[in-house]
């Protein structure tokens, strides 16, 4: 039962539970109208601590399209907590207002703590160079649609793996499934953080690290794409030194196979060339759109709702 539970770590559900969100993401995937009443009167709020442009505007569009509304803000200035307000406090007022809450927040563990005070359900919606766990939902899913399966793939993910967030919740949740393998490409600088290689060898899931994407690319059914973190940079120098390490153009895209499927949470800056999005194989967008339906099954789980 998923009803009135948080979502903070993409671990914190099971593959069933998982399995259970994409089916109900695929049903309204083909009959979007039918859920157009299924919040009718519920309350969904968006406390966004950092910027966002897909993550919060995809929760409000999803509560919208399934007939609920939508309090919050984007701009934590505006608040009381410029005031001095603790995480715990603003948690306990909105529990007051709305019936479930997605938060962003600049510090790792934050969407933890309010949950932890919170009588309705806390959606971590990127806490930091953390988690990212609804990012994951949208990911797996469009895998999902597009490849038909969530195992046997073989997964390379490229960019910022140390303070790429969506990357650390799609490593650990693509663990769960069979036969996945990883290549993890990055500079030295940039590579996966410990506790996720940890994660990895629990599940005896094979891994490789390397730095050259050109190398690789013709052995992967899944180019997962990153931004490199600028905001979590403690040296503007070290960024614009590694800012540009990969950039997915069309001259790579001829070296990887057909059934290759290129993902990039979004935004993205240089690392993939805009001459990629024309290729079949680039499904970025594609995942976007995705992102409302894994947030419109994820906030009816969480209320309990059916259709
Ligand atoms: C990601 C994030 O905020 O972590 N964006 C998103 O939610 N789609 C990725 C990023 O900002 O690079």
């Known amino acids: 039962?998923?009803?009135?539970?948080?979502?903070?770590?993409?671990?914190?559900f099971s593959k069933?539970?998982?399995?259970?969100?994409?089916?109900?993401?695929?049903?309204?995937?083909?009959n979007p109208e039918d859920?157009?009443?299924?919040?009718?009167?519920?309350?969904?709020a968006t406390l966004f601590y950092e910027p966002s442009t897909r993550t919060r505007?995809?929760?409000?569009?999803?509560?919208?399209?399934?007939?609920?509304?939508?309090?919050?803000?984007?701009?934590?200035?505006?608040?009381?907590?410029?005031?001095?307000?603790?995480?715990?406090?603003?948690i306990r007022i909105i529990?007051?207002?709305?019936d479930v809450v997605a938060m962003r927040h600049p510090k790792e563990g934050a969407p933890k703590v309010a949950s932890i005070y919170s009588k309705i359900p806390v959606i971590n919606a990127g806490d930091g160079g953390h988690q990212?766990?609804?990012?994951?939902?949208?990911?797996?899913?469009?895998?999902?649609?597009?490849?038909?399966?969530?195992s046997n793939l073989k997964i390379g993910c490229c960019g910022d793996l140390k303070f790429g967030r969506t990357v650390h919740s799609f490593i650990k949740a693509m663990s769960m499934y069979e036969n996945n393998s990883f290549t993890l490409i990055s500079p030295r600088e940039l590579k996966v953080p410990e506790y996720i290689k940890r994660e990895l060898d629990k599940n005896n899931v094979v891994y490789k690290e390397t730095k050259k994407l050109e190398e690789v690319i013709g052995e992967l059914d899944i180019l997962y794409m990153t931004r490199v973190q600028k905001e979590r940079f403690f040296n503007e120098e070290e960024y614009i030194r590694l800012k540009d390490s990969y950039i997915l153009d069309k001259l790579k895209?001829?070296?990887?196979?057909?059934?290759?499927i290129v993902l990039h949470p979004l935004p993205r800056v240089n690392e993939i060339a805009c001459e990629v999005d024309d290729d079949p194989r680039a499904c970025y967008f594609?995942?976007?759109?995705?992102?409302?339906?894994a947030r419109e099954a994820l906030i009816m789980k969480l209320l309990g709702l059916e259709l």
């Not at 039962?1 to 914190?12: F, P, Q, S, V």
């Not at 529990?95 to 709305?98: E, R």
């Not at 990212?132 to 038909?148: A, E």
């Not at 594609?286 to 339906?293: C, L």
């Open 253 to 260: 895209m001829q070296e990887a196979p057909e059934r290759m």
């Open 95 to 98: 529990g007051c207002y709305a």
């Open 57 to 90: 505007l995809s929760f409000e569009t999803a509560m919208l399209r399934l007939g609920g509304k939508v309090i919050g803000f984007s701009e934590p200035n505006s608040t009381s907590v410029s005031k001095g307000e603790n995480i715990a406090d603003t």
């Open 35 to 44: 859920f157009s009443h299924c919040c009718d009167g519920k309350i969904l």
């Open 132 to 150: 990212h766990p609804t990012q994951t939902l949208t990911d797996l899913l469009t895998i999902r649609s597009i490849k038909g399966s969530l």
């Open 16 to 30: 069933q539970e998982l399995n259970e969100i994409f089916d109900l993401a695929d049903q309204i995937v083909k």
């Open 286 to 293: 594609k995942q976007a759109q995705y992102g409302v339906y």
């Open 1 to 12: 039962m998923l009803n009135g539970r948080h979502l903070i770590d993409i671990k914190d």
